[in-house]
């Protein structure tokens, strides 16, 4: 009979006696990951060692989470095997090996006698005459490279083989790790190899439940998987589950943050009074499409809570936004509160005030503050703001200024909210009254595809502006190239300035600088009205010019006072000049499909049959896609395709996390599965604080921090 006092109801594996505490303690725990076996240091010397520094590498753990970039099949062949022009790999012995003179005093040539069981060789390395003293008679090596005449095989690449039981499998599936100088790729592959026993530590983030729901390998599996495959298909399910893992971490990272910031903060509740909104959409000159009345509706819902809305409202150029933001604007002066529109260039604040002038009507007053702002205007501004005097604002960065205060902000407006960085947007939220956050509108032109507002935005809430407002046509779009095809466009203009028309001249895009930029604008200007609108009124734009002189020339232009406005891409967006029927474009080239998308939806806001002339190659895929297409989520799609999710979110200042492995748009079908399973596994344990999902809420931290924010900068 065992003494109850002894036990602790533990007894060793397969034995009857129970154990003491001390004695449970004790006992060898076989098979347990060890995360802290990863976190040791790899104690490498010299160069290797800061090789590794320099990739981010310094603990084991660091060194089995550095993928290898592919895998290359390489079967062995026989020397005799390889016929005259063939690729392939050999493994062989080398016999003897030496330095040749060549003719060419710049080239060296090392060559060696190879041989393999099937017969000899002779291995000629180009320019690399330190191998001749490194690889001596008798080493075991590994080449790859070509056939030549003559019994020569050319080394492109090569690896000695240890020819001991611990060198990393040079043959078969091969993985080619991200060296760098310093350290060869093969070095980091017997690294890696020496820390095959390792990878049973890492620790398995994802639930067993949803592991098995989804059919994944456990983590360390994957991780053997994926740097030493047995062949391409377990290569591929390796990579698939750890795509899996980081768009799923990813999901849960954004949702989690969304959550937070609806339960933790309060935003003012502005319910409709019938006030002001009423009449002020009634008073409007037009009716508000299907999809405004939807959006405006989906507002209202919004702010008559006290959760601060959080709602990206996405709609092409020219789709009637601002009367939206209008509505959301209005409904928090209707309630006495104050709301705030931030533009991120002063020309874009500047149009926008002339819109929402427009818009208003009179009913209200609504003012600029810009940098450009005077100071004894700036001071009155500020008075008015802070002592609720003035209910509507609309500037640039100025708003957010330590000194701007406001009385009792409420909503603001962020337009194209991509071009402003996380601080900003949350300096412009403490300017609420303390312990409240506004609601906040966020407005972009350019369309973003699913997979990627999946991905930057964890499907934040958003509001699509489809159908464009009664009266817009497509813009007919020709690529020309030529002087031939030049001198014919401009005549085309010069026809369409004589029906009383107007035309944008854009130039060239300049990347390294806005005084180049506008140099070019100027050069342009000069010359055009010099030669082809010698009698055409013509008018200048850029950047780089006082503000008072850009207002007097879009002025001027909107006025019909000048026939043809040449300007940088300071035009993008926020002009409104129904009557300009042409948009030309130089070196369209430059410019990103959604730029020039952008571009031609500066015309063809009349009733006037308009026209965009796109100076570039015709057989350029983009320029082929926009002359092609009208619908701007559709350009945004081929944009995708074209570029990948990378490039067009510019992920550093855009927030997006860089993936290791995800790859997008290809991994669509991943991220919706991803994004699914973060919603059901947040369904059940809203803030992860479950058990079973302590290693996943683990894993997010490190991987994203605790900043991630819901919009990304
Ligand atoms: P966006 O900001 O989406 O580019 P805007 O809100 O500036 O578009 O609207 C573009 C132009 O269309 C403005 O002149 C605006 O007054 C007008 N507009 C907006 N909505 C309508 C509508 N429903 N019907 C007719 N015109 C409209
Ligand atoms: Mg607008």
Not at 41 to 62: S, V, Y
Not at 230 to 252: I, K, T, Y
Not at 618 to 625: D, F, G, N, S, V
Not at 664 to 690: S, V, Y
Request: aromatic residues 4%; glycine residues 8%.
């Amino acid at each position: 009979m065992v003494a109850p006092l002894r036990g602790i109801g533990l007894r060793a594996f397969a034995g009857q006696e129970q154990l003491t505490a001390d004695e449970a303690r004790d006992a060898p725990v076989r098979s347990y990951p060890r995360p802290s076996v990863l976190a040791e240091p790899l104690a490498l010397r010299g160069k290797p060692g800061e090789a590794l520094e320099a990739l981010g590498i310094r603990t084991h753990g660091d060194l089995l989470e550095h993928f290898p970039r592919e895998h290359r099949e390489r079967d062995a062949r026989a020397v005799a095997e390889l016929g005259p022009g063939e690729w392939g790999t050999v493994a062989v012995e080398i016999r003897s090996i030496s330095r040749k003179p060549t003719r060419n005093r710049r080239r060296t040539r090392v060559e060696a006698r190879v041989a393999d069981a099937s017969g000899p060789m002779v291995a000629v390395w180009w320019n690399q005459p330190w191998l001749a003293d490194r690889l001596g008679p008798g080493s075991q090596v590994l080449l790859h490279g070509q056939r030549k005449d003559r019994n020569q095989f050319w080394v492109k690449e090569f690896e000695e083989l240890g020819g001991d039981a611990a060198a990393a499998p040079g043959i078969g599936h091969v993985p080619l790790y991200p060296a760098s100088e310093g350290i060869t790729a093969q070095r980091l592959r017997q690294l890696v190899w020496d820390d095959y026993p390792r990878m049973r530590h890492t620790t398995e983030p994802l639930p067993a439940a949803l592991r098995a729901a989804e059919g994944l390998p456990d983590r360390p599996a994957t991780l053997a998987a994926l740097h030493f495959p047995d062949d391409e298909a377990e290569e591929v399910a390796a990579r698939r589950r750890l795509a899996f893992e980081e768009l799923l971490l990813l999901q849960l990272a954004v949702a989690g943050r969304r959550r937070a910031r609806r339960e933790t903060r309060r935003a003012t509740r502005l319910d409709p009074t019938g006030e002001l909104v009423g009449p002020w959409a009634r008073s409007l000159p037009f009716e508000l499409t299907g999809d405004q009345r939807t959006a405006a509706g989906r507002l209202d819902f919004e702010l008559a809570s006290e959760r601060p809305m959080q709602r990206l409202l996405m709609g092409e150029v020219g789709s009637g936004k601002t009367v939206v933001a209008l509505h959301a604007m209005l409904r928090a002066l209707e309630n006495g509160r104050q709301a705030a529109f931030m533009a991120p260039t002063e020309t874009l604040a500047e149009q926008h005030l002339l819109t929402l002038d427009r818009l208003l009507g009179g009913l209200a007053a609504i003012e600029l503050l810009t940098g450009s702002t005077g100071a004894a205007r700036r001071r009155d501004l500020l008075g008015r703001l802070a002592s609720g005097e003035l209910g509507l604002v609309v500037g640039t960065h100025a708003l957010i200024e330590e000194a701007v205060e406001f009385r009792s902000l409420a909503v603001t407006v962020i337009d194209e909210q991509h071009r402003f960085g996380v601080r900003q947007r949350a300096a412009l939220d403490r300017k609420a009254p303390e312990g409240l956050t506004p609601h906040a509108l966020h407005m972009t032109a350019t369309p973003i595809p699913r997979t990627l507002s999946l991905t930057a935005y964890g499907d934040l809430d958003t509001t699509v502006l489809r159908e464009l407002p009664r009266g817009r046509r497509p813009v007919e779009t020709h690529v020309v190239d030529g002087e031939r095809a030049r001198k014919r466009a401009y005549q085309r203009i010069r026809e369409e300035i004589d029906d009383g028309r107007q035309c944008f001249v854009v130039c060239p895009l300049v990347e390294e600088s806005e005084a180049l930029q506008a140099r070019a604008a100027t050069a342009e200007y000069e010359r055009l009205r010099a030669s082809e609108f010698r009698e055409q009124r013509v008018e200048l734009i850029h950047g780089q010019l006082p503000s008072a002189e850009k207002q007097r020339a879009m002025k001027a232009f909107a006025a019909g006072a000048a026939d043809v406005l040449v300007a940088t891409s300071v035009i993008e967006v926020g002009i409104d000049v129904p009557n300009a029927t042409v948009m030309l474009i130089e070196a369209a080239e430059r410019y990103g499909l959604s730029q020039l998308h952008q571009l031609r939806g500066r015309v063809g806001r009349g009733g006037h049959a308009s026209l965009c002339i796109l100076f570039g190659d015709p057989k350029l895929p983009r320029l082929e896609a926009i002359a092609g297409e009208s619908d701007g989520f559709r350009l945004a799609e081929v944009d995708l395709e074209l570029r990948g999710a990378g490039e067009i979110l510019g992920t550093r200042q855009h927030g997006m996390p860089e993936f290791r492995v995800a790859r997008l748009p290809d991994d669509h079908e991943l991220l919706e599965r991803a994004k699914a399973r973060a919603d059901e596994l947040l369904g059940r344990d809203p803030a992860l604080d479950q058990p079973e999902n302590a290693l996943l809420r683990d894993a997010i931290v490190v991987r994203f921090g605790p900043e991630l924010d819901p919009i990304p900068a």
